[in-house]
């Protein structure tokens, strides 16, 4: 799974736990690690285990030069802050 605001994903807990499953933990291939979906994991109690992440993708690109140091510090704002980016 991609793991955004982790809703989605969240109700896929919620249908194992109804079907009686005992949930250890989320796997997904991506996050773009999200303070909402962070604080949604955490409030349930669900750790989320990822085999990549928004951060490590854009340090990479900010390593091989794809980007520049101030996409990449516009990057990470909009890490914390997705909301102030949609107005």
């Known amino acids: 799974d991609l793991v955004s605001t982790g809703q989605s994903s969240l109700l896929a807990v919620d249908a194992l736990l109804e079907a009686g499953c005992n949930v250890m933990g989320m796997l997904a291939i991506f996050s773009y690690e999200l303070p909402v979906s962070l604080q949604r994991m955490q409030e349930r109690n669900?750790?989320?285990?990822?085999?990549?992440?928004?951060?490590?993708?854009?340090?990479?690109?900010?390593?091989?030069?794809?980007?520049?140091?101030?996409?990449?510090?516009?990057?990470?704002?909009w890490k914390e802050h997705p909301e102030d980016f949609a107005k």
């Open 46 to 77: 669900v750790p989320l285990y990822t085999l990549s992440s928004f951060s490590v993708l854009v340090q990479l690109a900010l390593e091989k030069e794809v980007i520049s140091v101030e996409e990449y510090r516009q990057l990470m704002i």
